[in-house]
């Protein structure tokens, strides 16, 4: 896993990112606009989606280790706004006191477990910070005023993502290849993609040229892996379809 905020401060920027989220969802014309970085969702679907979320790892970390999850509540957010609000925060400080609750180390099912990411409250508290700071993004977006987003929590997002989501001992099936991802902010990231798996790390001074590299701020290549920019978003180097294989990649574990 690499360096990222204490356990203490990514309770903080999850309820921060949620005001946010709150805020922005507030501001927009109705709940019934769409978000146009979530194609077929309205402001609505954003938030149930996101609420129903964080009442699920709240259940996932109070259970602690176990072979599956707990389902998800079934129940609709309600409708009107002001209650939406309510209903949302509710939900985000269940998380945020089960966190609290169970301490960094509490070990917990996750779907990520076969990676880098921990299978502990401490990973599951990084990547809620990520879903809430993206879902802020599309709430934004969709209010139509969009903010920048910190610096460092991008870039944690940028590398929680690699840990996360593109890390597996599932073999990748095309030809090896690496990727570079390089912020404008002055951090670079290696992700490996051989027989063994895909391994992201930081970049080393003597790094070998990749089979393709990405240029942006920290930002652009968040929004980029997240499926909220493209490649013509940024500056590319090397061949493109390293970025397809990788887009359309299910591994299996």
Known sequence: MTDSFEYSALLRLIEERSAAFRS???????????????????????????????????????????????????????????????????????LLSALREAGPERECWTWWSAGLSPANARGVARRRVHEVLVHTYDAQLAAGAVEPMPVDVALDGLAEFLDTCNSTPAAWPHEPATIHYHATEGRSWLLALDGTGAWPAPLPDDAAPASASATGTAEQLLLFVWGRLTLGDLKTEGEPRVFEQLIAWEPEV
């Open 24 to 94: 922005a969802v507030a501001a927009a014309p109705g709940l019934d606009v769409p978000v146009p970085s979530c194609p077929e969702w309205t402001l609505f679907d954003l938030v149930q989606h996101l609420g129903t979320g964080q009442r699920w790892w709240a259940a996932i970390v109070a259970a602690g280790p176990a072979e599956a999850p707990p389902a998800k509540d079934p129940a609709q957010a309600p409708g009107e706004l002001d209650a939406l609000l309510a209903w949302y925060a509710e939900s985000n400080e269940l």
